[in-house]
Every structure is written in structure tokens, then in C-alpha cells.
């Protein structure tokens, strides 16, 4: 039962992690801060990139609240973040504008937790639920 408690609070601990990251990362692409504004320009997707992608990202947000869809925003934020740590490798290189590779950083860190999320909600995934053996 100890250990039942610990991986609930891991698994709830993981979700609110993508949630902070991800939506903080929200209010500026949906402000045009000078870095998003950047970032965007130099993938050729500013404004509507940007903007689509903060879409995307709210929607992801909202999916790993709600607990039916936690799959499912996972695997949303896994390819989010996939893009993101692609575009860093081919375009923007780790560091941007001085960051230190925070931005990178997170991403990896996003892409990881996904990972975590999608394993845990494996059984809930259409198409592939019944492939997984009954613990």
C-alpha cells in the first residue's frame, strides 16, 4: 500500500510539473515577449506559429487535468516537446538569447515526463490498451 501511495504522489507530482512548464511558457507566446517573438521568427512560424502553438499547449494543459485524458495530453506534450527539442538541435541551437539552454532544458524535461505519463496511462490508450498484459 506504501508504495501504491508513492507512485500516486509521483504520478500527480509529474502532472503538475508538465502543467507549471508548460503554461508558463504560455504567457509568453501569447504576449509576444522579444524571445518567443524571436524564436519564431527564425522557424519562420511568427506570428501564427506561435500563436498555434500556445494553442496547442493550453489544450495539452487542459487534457493532463483532466484524468480521463491524461493519455492523451501526454502524448500531446511528447510531440510538442519532440518539435521543440528538434527545432533546438536544428535550428536555434541549445542556447537561446543567453539562456543557459533553460528552454531546451525544459523541453527535455517535458519530453521525459511525458514518457512517464504515457507509460503509466498505457492501459487507456485506444489501440494499444489491449496489447499490454493484465497486472
Sequence with gaps: MKIFLNLSIVYHVVRFLIVC?????????????????YIFTILAMEPWGRI????LETVCILLIII??????GALLA???ML??????FVFLGIVVQDDGGLLFGL????????IYLLYIERKKIPYIKDSFPID
Design 83 to 88: 518539435g521543440a527539442i528538434l527545432s533546438h
Design 107 to 114: 523541453a527535455v524535461l517535458v519530453f521525459f515526463l511525458s
Design 67 to 72: 484524468p480521463k485524458y491524461v493519455w492523451l
Design 21 to 37: 512548464i508548460i503554461g508558463q511558457t504560455l504567457y509568453f507566446k501569447f504576449t509576444g515577449s522579444e524571445e518567443s517573438r
Design 52 to 55: 498555434g502553438l500556445a494553442i
Design 78 to 80: 511528447f510531440n510538442l
